[in-house]
């Protein structure tokens, strides 16, 4: 049972700056893709970034393009978030997510589709005020 655990959300002001980790645990020694999705007040769960295992391009949600970036630690299977010029639409509830297998999905189950993770963390609260 793979197990992830988020760190780094927060309270910042509009145009700050949070980096978001995520470590796994209980996982196999293969990369497998990683997700970081996000979920707002009354609002479904919807995907922010995703990077395959393999290392290929990473992929994100039109609204966080140019703002955000997700990468890969040399440590197996964490992941970070960097966020910058953050704002308060930004704020939102952010989970950690992570497929069973290297690639993070294609056509209608591609990389934002929730269903398609094996594995869930218990989320982090970042908060951006105007």
């Known amino acids: 049972q793979v197990q992830l655990v988020e760190s780094g959300g927060g309270s910042v002001q509009a145009g700050g700056s949070l980096r978001l980790s995520c470590a796994a645990s209980g996982s196999s020694s293969s990369r497998v893709c990683m997700a970081w999705f996000r979920q707002m007040p009354g609002k479904e769960r919807k995907g922010v970034a995703a990077i395959p295992g393999t290392g290929g391009t990473p992929y994100y949600d039109d609204s966080v393009k140019g703002r955000f970036r997700i990468s890969q630690a040399n440590v197996e299977n964490t992941v970070y978030l960097e966020m910058n010029s953050l704002k308060p639409e930004d704020t939102a509830m952010y989970y950690c997510?992570?497929?069973?297998?290297?690639?993070?999905?294609?056509?209608?189950?591609?990389?934002?589709?929730?269903?398609?993770?094996?594995?869930w963390g218990q989320g982090t609260q970042v908060t951006v005020s105007s």
């Open positions: 997510a992570a497929r069973d297998q290297e690639y993070c999905g294609r056509g209608h189950l591609g990389w934002f589709r929730d269903a398609i993770y094996a594995s």
